[in-house]
Structure formats: C-alpha cells, structure tokens
C-alpha cells in the first residue's frame, strides 16, 4: 500500500519534529567570538545567523529556542554584542559531570554536530563611539556577504514598530549577496494576548507586503515572543533541518 500524500506530509512532519528535539535536547555551549573575519572559525558544517537592530531581542530569542537561559548575553543596553558569537551543541565533559551537583555554572565542552548558531551584532543604533558602530556594522556586513556556509539569516523585527530603513538596507544587502534570510517577527506579546491576534495578524501582513517582490526573502514570516514560548517549535524545526 502506497503512502499518500498527506500521510507523507505527516511522516516529514514528525521526523523533523524529532530531528528538532534531539538537537535542542542536548546543552549549548559559547564556543567563540569573532571581532573580525581573521577569527572566523574554518568554514565546516552549516551556520544560520540571527541579525536584527539593537535591542530586538536576539539573546533573549536563542536563549528561548535552545531553552537555556544565561547562554547568549542579554542587557537592557542596545549593543552590548561586540562580536559574531557562536554558539554550539555541546556534552558534560568528565569534570563537568562530577561537579554539576555543586554547582550550576559547569563548564561544557563543545562538540561539532554540523551547525553553529551565529549571533551578529545589531545594527543601528547602538550606545557605543561612532567609530566602534562602524566597526561592528562592517563585521556584520562583511560576515553576510562572505561566508559560503552560511545557510540561512533569521533577521529579527521588533512586532511593535515593524520594518525600518536601517532593516531595509540589511535586506537589500542580503538580496544582492543572494543570502537567503527569514523575517522573525519578535516580542508578539506586547502587542497581542494572542500568538493569532489581530494586531499580530496586521503586521505579518504588511510585513510579508514589504518583502514580497524581494528574491532571497523567505516568503513565511515567523511568529514569536521569548517570554511566552510563541514560534519556538518552529524556529526549531527550520534550524534542525539545516544540522548535518
């Protein structure tokens, strides 16, 4: 008996499901930072990147989708990430295991499992000298157009204010580079009770009006608020499938 379409739909469904948990069961770890392009790690297995202004809400988002609170930095203070910091699954080493009991801050070992989530400074603004927001912004600019393994950018925009220019150019860059990026809509919550409501439903439209004619746009734009948990299986599902 041949499978039908929707149970194949359903089968897919599941495994990346699965695939998902096992990545995001496991603890993360920092594994480095890179100020410049020097000290970018060699260019093996996947990245996805999270890019979005200051202060949208990148630490707090991959601190939701690896449920481990603590392991991006996060600070009430618009760029306060100063460098392209990656970010990979990791094991207990054998010291680690025996003083995880006494204490909650054990140090992990990195592993290689095919994917490193990238956390990019934010563009924009930024409570910093002008000339080290410039340096910033061009680490970023140069990590998007350079980096042949980069698979996928989830660029984050605050539900509350929507799309700016400072956006718009990142966008633009992305398009030219032929980078594919994801619009993530963060922080749902202060706008809505509901992951499904009204005012939420109003900005993925004229978000996804915004970038519909834009070629390396991802066309389904996502739903979240690290405080309620919205959009984190999703998000988590879509980065799973990009792991060896």
């Known amino acids: 008996m041949t499978e039908t ?14 695939k998902a948990r096992l990545l995001f ?6 594994a480095k930072g890179a100020a410049d392009l020097a000290d970018l790690p060699s260019v093996d297995g996947a990245e996805i990147a999270f890019a979005g202004r200051s202060n949208v809400g990148k630490s707090s988002l991959i601190n939701a989708i690896v449920d481990q609170q ?19 699954p990791a094991v207990l080493n054998e010291r680690s295991k025996k003083t995880e009991r006494m204490t909650s801050g054990a140090p992990r070992e ?10 990019m400074p934010g563009y924009g603004f930024a409570q910093a000298p002008k000339s080290q927001v410039e340096d910033w912004t061009r680490l970023v600019f140069d990590y998007l157009r350079g980096r042949p393994n980069l698979r996928r950018v989830y660029v984050l925009i605050d539900a509350r204010h929507g799309l700016k220019k400072v956006d ?6 992305l398009d030219k580079a032929a980078v ?7 922080k749902a919550d202060k706008i809505a009770r ?3 409501g009204k005012p939420i439903a109003a900005m993925v439209a004229a978000t996804a009006d915004a970038i519909r004619k834009r070629p ?7 739903v979240t608020s690290s405080e309620k948990g919205w959009g984190m299986d999703e998000l988590r599902s879509e980065i799973a499938f990009f792991a060896a």
């Open 110 to 119: 990195a592993v290689d499992m095919g994917l490193s989530i990238v956390d």
């Open 216 to 222: 390396a746009a991802h066309p389904i734009i996502r």
């Open 70 to 88: 603590g392991l991006a930095r996060t600070s009430n203070t618009p760029g306060r990430t100063q460098e392209l910091n990656y970010f990979v």
């Open 5 to 18: 379409e929707t149970e194949a739909d359903v089968r897919r469904a599941a495994e990346a499901a699965e």
């Open 194 to 196: 509901e992951v499904d």
């Open 180 to 186: 594919s990026y994801q619009i993530v809509l963060t």
């Open 168 to 173: 718009t150019d990142v966008l633009d860059l």
């Open 25 to 30: 069961a496991r603890p993360w770890a920092f």
